[in-house]
């Protein structure tokens, strides 16, 4: 189609196609790799002079090999169901719905984890950390239900221990 995008015969193909297009889209879990982090950039600042946080990550086999079977079956599907072209969008880290996590990885090594089992910090035991940041990976499914369960279980275990923790 050689003409404009606004043009008549754009408008008319539109029309004739609007109700044959599809978008599909798969999130796959990420596994938690050590360089895989925020941090606070060294150079880019808000508009109040404050570093922004840095997102370092880069896309591991595992995970590209993970998408590339993903496409090929959405691919295989879409064409059974009668589709004439298919796109592939091209392989990316993370994508602009992407949910992120572990930045207080959990553990029990004060050395690797910033949080304990029960979500408190090893640096300051009094403070625990409710959220989605202590969740290495979320299992390619919305963290919503996992994130509130940490949470009651860190609450849960504040309740029980409190006389421990306020130390």
Known sequence: MAETRWSS??????????????????????????DHFLDLDPEVKD????PVCRVTVSLKEN??????????????????AGA????????????????????TRMGDNPETNVVNRWGFSHEAPNLGILGASVMGTSGAR???????ALAWRTAEHLVTEWKSIAL
């Open 9 to 34: 015969s754009w408008k008319a193909f539109v029309k004739q196609n609007a109700g044959r297009w599809v978008a599909t889209y798969t999130q796959v879990s990420t596994f938690p790799y050590e």
């Open 47 to 50: 508009p109040l002079g404050y």
């Open 63 to 80: 995970e590209k090999r993970a998408m590339l079977f993903i496409q090929g079956k959405a691919e295989q599907w879409l064409r059974e």
């Open 84 to 103: 004439v072209a298919v796109e592939r969008a091209p392989l990316a880290a993370i994508a602009i719905n992407t949910h992120a996590y572990g930045g």
């Open 142 to 148: 919305n963290p919503t239900l996992t994130a509130q």
